[in-house]
């Protein structure tokens, strides 16, 4: 996608983030099916679509990560996403919110998604709905920042998908300058490291939970 530019407007401080215990995937995944458990899906996106703001660190990192364990992800590869990403190149805002809205509704944790609906609510000038998602990106976005400090494997930030690894980038500032030089597999994903003038700056890990 070409629109991450937009970030820059939009994304808080970087600073200030201390790296939690290592995410444990099975302990999230079994919170969100669990009815009894305070981290249960249903209980979660009701918080996340009704008062975002009222979401701890812990609620945004179930939300974030359990997208991995949904039925209903929406892919930059499937059609649906592909006319969105058409209207939104083509500037056309009011189809970029009607799809927007649809594919919101099936997969709300979706970066990709919350990205073009922010820039249409923002180009629209409709405040109230892109204050709403920017507290909603902010949320999911500050759980992939608490998540390292790309310092090493063993504390690189963790992202679930190539795209959100993109997003990331944009928000840490690293531009063209720097280069992906490696990419080590693991067994739950792949270590992407990102390097300036031959120097390692970075390590992000993108997860494949589901292969």
Same mark, same amino acid.
């Given at each position: 996608m070409k629109?991450?530019?937009?970030?820059l407007l939009i994304v808080t401080p970087i600073f200030g983030f201390t790296q939690k215990p290592k995410l444990d995937f099975n302990s999230i995944e079994k919170n969100l099916n669990n009815t009894e458990s305070s981290y249960n899906y249903e209980k979660l996106i009701f918080k996340?679509?009704?008062f975002p703001k009222s979401l701890d660190s812990i609620e945004a990192e179930h939300l974030y990560y359990g997208r991995n364990f949904s039925d209903s992800i929406v892919s930059t590869s499937d059609e649906d996403f592909?006319?969105?990403a058409h209207a939104f190149k083509d500037n056309n805002f009011e189809d970029c919110i009607r799809l927007g809205k649809i594919l919101y509704? /099936? %997969?709300p944790t979706n970066l990709d998604v919350l990205l073009i609906l922010l820039r249409a609510y923002d180009t629209k000038h409709d405040e109230n709905?892109?204050?709403?998602?920017?507290v909603q990106f902010r949320t999911l976005t500050d759980?992939?920042?608490?998540s390292g400090d790309g310092k090493s494997e063993k504390t690189a930030y963790v992202v679930n998908t190539i795209g959100d690894e993109y997003i990331l980038l944009n928000i840490l500032n690293i531009?063209?300058?720097?280069?992906?030089?490696?990419?080590n597999p693991t067994k739950d994903g792949m270590f992407?490291?990102?390097? /300036? %003038?031959?120097?390692?700056i970075l390590y992000i890990k993108v997860l494949y939970l589901n292969l």
């Open positions: 629109y991450y530019f937009f970030l996340y679509k009704g592909k006319t969105l509704n /099936k %997969d709905n892109f204050i709403h998602h920017l759980a992939i920042k608490s531009g063209s300058d720097y280069k992906r030089q490696n990419s992407d490291i990102w390097e /300036k %003038d031959k120097n390692t």
